[in-house]
């Protein structure tokens, strides 16, 4: 499939992304410090796949999210703040007999040694997805199918249901696949590197960590990912404070193909959470406007800057000019870009160092 999708006939009414999986109510610590001291906490919403649709509706997209939900207050809170990102949920269905999920998280970095979260989603509404509930046919026509390996954790139903989703088939969309590799979720560990190999192999895009690749198949540098996932047409390897790295076209003939690699920026951190899902979608409204390469993972990097400068996991990304103004600077300007929080707003003035 091309690094472009392409846009179907019904494409001025149909969403353009369609995003599956299971997003839950967060609850946010007031202050610093361990679960057992926090005093309070903040109500939110978190989901990888959903984060995604929230952010590129904000951009401008039209995006569907589609996912199971308990008939319980918890579920009518997602699906009104989803929708209220201006998100199509009308392929969001309630379970009478299964809870919303929840999860309560510390306010320091997911990799940070002192960081908690207590999920209570085991038997959740989205943990039964499977493909006899949503089947392939039933999904909104789309240009972009965007799945998580963390669906693939919740239970044998949801794994069957991705792969029937990543199934070839005449006339699927792109599909897109962020590996999100999250130990603590499997019950069966040592199965979890092959199901996602599998899976990212099965993807025409797909989004790696450097860390995860190493966590979970023992794989370090971004040629050597490349070359155990030779099949996806867009491979992004994304190495932390270093940028990302991007491999297009022909994975499976070696030497062949485009290496991109593209530096990531400087920011003034406020809350180091949803930057990844952020990233993703900064390089699919990129991918969607057929943006080069480079451009897509400097919007990847603006996106996830947005959300690393406030304390959540979403906000208003960047006015879509300026950050096309920021993406079109020269190798030099770019590197001397320093990101703080209200940069994205139109009055406000980017740093350089």
């Not at 610590?29 to 649709?53: H, T």
């Not at 999904?139 to 998580?148: E, F, G």
């Not at 390469?293 to 400097?298: A, G, H, K, P």
Request: charged share 20%; aromatic share 6%.
């Amino acid at each position: 499939m091309s690094g472009t999708p392409a846009r179907t006939a019904d494409a001025a009414t149909a969403a353009e992304v369609v995003c599956l999986g299971e997003s839950m109510v967060t609850f946010l610590p007031s202050q610093p410090g361990r679960l057992a001291d926090v005093p309070s906490f903040g109500r939110g919403i978190g989901g990888a796949e959903s984060n995604v649709a929230c952010a590129l509706a904000a951009a401008g997209h039209r995006t569907a999210w589609v996912s199971r939900v308990g008939a319980d207050g918890f579920g009518d809170h997602l699906v009104e703040a989803i929708a209220g990102y201006g998100v199509d949920t009308s392929g969001v269905r309630r379970d009478p007999s299964r809870p919303t999920g929840i999860y309560f998280r510390t306010a320091t970095d997911r990799d940070a040694d002192v960081h908690e979260v207590a999920y209570y989603r085991a038997g959740s509404a989205a943990s039964a997805m499977s493909p006899r509930n949503i089947p392939y046919v039933t999904l909104p026509t789309t240009r972009v199918l965007h799945l998580s390996g963390i669906t693939a954790a919740l239970s044998a139903d949801c794994l069957a249901l991705l792969h029937d989703l990543t199934e070839p088939r005449p006339g699927r969309p792109l599909i897109s696949f962020d590996v999100n590799h999250r130990p603590g979720l499997w019950r069966d560990a040592d199965a979890s590197p092959e199901v996602l190999l599998d899976l990212a192999r099965r993807s025409d895009l797909v989004f790696v960590g450097e860390d995860e690749a190493a966590q979970a198949w023992g794989v370090t540098g971004a040629e050597a990912i490349r070359a155990a996932l030779p099949e996806p047409a867009t491979l992004v390897v994304k190495r932390g404070a270093e940028g990302a790295t991007v491999f297009s076209g022909a994975g499976d003939v070696p030497g062949a193909g485009d290496v991109t690699t593209v530096p990531a920026l400087r920011v003034d951190v406020v809350a180091p959470v949803g930057a990844g899902d952020a990233f993703a979608a900064g390089f699919l409204s990129a991918t969607l406007r057929g943006l080069p390469v480079r451009d897509r993972v400097r919007h990847g990097h603006l996106m996830a800057a947005a959300v690393l400068t406030v304390p959540g996991d979403l906000t208003a990304p960047p006015a879509r000019a300026h950050a096309d103004s920021l993406a079109a600077l020269d190798d030099e300007a770019w590197g001397r870009l320093r990101l703080g929080p209200g940069w994205t707003g139109d009055d406000q003035e980017v740093r350089t160092t």
